[in-house]
């Protein structure tokens, strides 16, 4: 009779072991891939993108930018972005460098710029107006 070299108990737990060892692996992985897509959903790429160039891109309605409280209304709109979130922009378009020039109020536009926040704006061509910032725009081309 051979003497056998290991024990049917200690094979069992070298499988259980390396079965542990495998899935381990594999749920390190979807863990990875969960976290990835949960920063890619929540905007994740904008903040990078943000950092690295400072351009950012606002999609919504050519539209006439709302007075601030108090101020008297004007015969004429001046146009800005009411994004899709509902935040007014202005637009500074003395840099840009590709746009329609056949836009008309309420057509949908999606605008590439610098974007300067209010509180950082000391331009007084923006002072009567609520609002969030004031995007140096470099493209402004219509959307669907």
Known sequence: ????????????????????K????????????IIFGFLLFKGWDKVVNDEIDGMITITGNFSCLPLKKGVATRE????????????????????????NSDLKAEDTIAVTGTL?????????????????????????LRTR
Not at 2 to 17: A, G, I, P, S
Not at 76 to 88: A, F, I, K, Q, W
Not at 116 to 139: C, E, M, R, Y
């Open 22 to 33: 495998k899935n381990a692996i594999w749920l390190v992985v979807l863990v990875a891939f």
């Open 116 to 140: 300067k926040p209010k509180s950082a704006t000391s331009i007084l061509d923006w002072a009567d107006f609520d609002i969030t910032g004031v995007v140096q725009v470099n493209t402004l």
């Open 76 to 99: 004429t709109c001046t146009l800005g972005v009411r994004s899709r979130d509902n935040l007014h922009y202005a637009l500074d378009i003395s840099h840009i460098q590709d746009a």
């Open 1 to 20: 009779m051979t003497k056998c070299w290991y024990n049917v108990r200690d094979m069992k737990d070298f499988e259980n072991d390396s079965f542990f």
